[in-house]
C-alpha cells in the first residue's frame, strides 16, 4: 500500500492550482474505469475496443500497487459493476462522498446512469494523443467536462446581462436542433455564438425507413441514448425507458412508446449540445427556466432571470415581497452545504424532495429557506393572495 498513499501524501498540495492531489489522482483513475466501460458496451462493434479495454487495464494497474488490481483485462470489467469504493483501496474518507459509490458498468453492459451523471463530474484526460482513431469514444472521456465547460462560460461572462439571459436561455431551450435552425435561433434571440453544439452522436440516433432519426428526451429535449430499439435519457431523473418500432417502407415514420408522449425527429443536418453543456447548463435550467414561466404567467409577479450572470438563479417580485431563488438539482446535500448560495431560498426539484430534512438541519436557518419547487410555487400565490 505504501505506493498508493504515496500519491496521497500532502493532500494539500495541489497540480493544478485548485485541487488537492489526491482528488487528481482519483479522476484519472475513475476516467481509467469510464473508457473501459464505454469500450466494453462497444466491444461487438468497433475494433479498437479491445485494445482499448487493455490499455486502459493497463493504465488502472499504474495507479495501483503490486497485486492491488485486478489481475486481467475481464477481471477489471467484472470489477466495475461493483462500487469502486468496494475494490479499490484510497482513501476514501478524504474524498467527495459520490466518488466511487455506484458501480459504473451496469448488468446490460451499458454505463450506468450514476456513472453518466455523476461519475462524469470526476474525469481527466488521457492519451492526448492517441495512436488509435478513438472517435467512437464520447468526448466527456478523452476530454474533462470542466474545459468545455469553462469554454462556454468564457463566452458568457463576456456577455452583458441580456446577451447572457439569451444565451444562457437558448442553451436550455434549444438542446438540439438542425444546423440552421440553431444558427436562426441565435440571431433571433440576441445570443451568442458558443461552442456548445457538436454533430449529433451515433448513439444518439437510428436508422429507421432509410432515413436517420432522434427521439428528443420530453423533459429536457436533448436526443436520448439509443441501444438497439430502447431509448433512455441521460439523465436517471427524466422520463424512463421508451421503445422504438422501425420500418422498412419508405416515408413511414418511426413510433415511439413509452411513459410519456414522445416522438422521432429527422436527424439530418442535426447538432446537438456537448454532453457537458447538457449536463451543466440545459440539466438544471430546465427546472430553471420551467420556474420562470410560470412565474411570469401570473399577474402581479416580476421575473428577473439569473441576476447578476447568475449569482443566483431568479428573482420573483410579488408586491413588497422578493424571492430570491437559488435551485439547485445535485444528488447529494452534502455538495450544497459544501459550497452554500448567495440567497435565501434554496429551491430543489420536487423528485429530490427528500434532500430538504438534511438542508435544514445542515444550513444556517437565519440564513436560508430550503423547499421544492412546489412549495415555492405555493408561497408565490399565497403572496399574490391566490387560496390555491
Known amino acids: 500500500m505504501a505506493l498508493l498513499w504515496s500519491l496521497f501524501e500532502g493532500s494539500e498540495v495541489t497540480d493544478n492550482g485548485d485541487e488537492p492531489r489526491s482528488l487528481v489522482t482519483v479522476r484519472a483513475i475513475n476516467t481509467t474505469a469510464l473508457r473501459a466501460a464505454r469500450a466494453w458496451s462497444l466491444r461487438e462493434s468497433e475494433p479498437h475496443a479491445w485494445r482499448e479495454i487493455s490499455r486502459m487495464h493497463g493504465v488502472l ?36 462522498e459520490e466518488l466511487g459509490a455506484f458501480p459504473i ?34 468526448r466527456w472521456a478523452t476530454q474533462t467536462f470542466e474545459k468545455v465547460e469553462r469554454s462556454v462560460y468564457t463566452v458568457l461572462v463576456s456577455a452583458g446581462q441580456e446577451e447572457y439571459v439569451a444565451t444562457r436561455q437558448l442553451l436550455v ?19 451568442l455564438r458558443t461552442e456548445a453544439y457538436v454533430p449529433l452522436p451515433p448513439d444518439q440516433q437510428f436508422t429507421s425507413s432509410g432515413s436517420a432519426w432522434y427521439v428528443p428526451c420530453p423533459e429536457c429535449r436533448w436526443p436520448m441514448h439509443v ?12 422520463p424512463g425507458r421508451f421503445e422504438v418500432t422501425f420500418s422498412d417502407a419508405p416515408g413511414t415514420l418511426p413510433v415511439v412508446t413509452g411513459p410519456v408522449p414522445a416522438e422521432a425527429l429527422d436527424a439530418a443536418e442535426v447538432v446537438s449540445l456537448h454532453h457537458a453543456v447538457w449536463r451543466y447548463i440545459t440539466i438544471p435550467g430546465t427546472t430553471e427556466v420551467g420556474l420562470m414561466r410560470w412565474l411570469a404567467k401570473h399577474r402581479g409577479v416580476e421575473v ?12 420573483a417580485r410579488v408586491g413588497d415581497t422578493v424571492f430570491e431563488i437559488d435551485l439547485k438539482d445535485v444528488r447529494y446535500p452534502s455538495q450544497l452545504a459544501a ?28 440564513r436560508y429557506t430550503p423547499c421544492t419547487v412546489r412549495t415555492l410555487k405555493a408561497w408565490v400565490k399565497k403572496a399574490l393572495g391566490e387560496s390555491r
Not at 173 to 191: M, Q, T
Not at 352 to 365: F, S
Open 304 to 315: 428577473d432571470r439569473w441576476p447578476h450572470k447568475d449569482r443566483w438563479d431568479i428573482t
Open 173 to 191: 431551450e434549444v438542446p438540439a436542433a438542425p444546423r440552421s435552425v440553431v444558427r436562426d435561433e441565435i440571431n433571433a434571440r440576441g445570443a
Open 105 to 138: 458498468l451496469g448488468g446490460d453492459d451499458e454505463l450506468t446512469g450514476e456513472a453518466v451523471e455523476y461519475g462524469s463530474d470526476y474525469t481527466e484526460a488521457l492519451f492526448e494523443n492517441h495512436e488509435v482513431d478513438t472517435g467512437w469514444i464520447p
Open 227 to 238: 441501444r438497439g430499439a430502447l431509448l433512455t435519457c441521460r439523465y436517471p431523473q427524466h
Open 339 to 366: 459550497k452554500p448560495p448567495h440567497v435565501r431560498y434554496v429551491v430543489v426539484p420536487d423528485y429530490r424532495a427528500w434532500q430538504i430534512a438534511q438542508l435544514k438541519r445542515t444550513l444556517p436557518r437565519e
Open 61 to 96: 494497474l499504474s495507479f495501483l500497487p503490486p497485486g492491488e488490481g485486478p489481475a486481467t483485462p475481464v477481471q477489471m470489467i467484472e470489477n466495475l459493476r461493483r462500487p469502486m469504493r468496494d475494490w479499490v483501496s484510497l482513501p476514501w474518507d478524504s474524498l467527495p
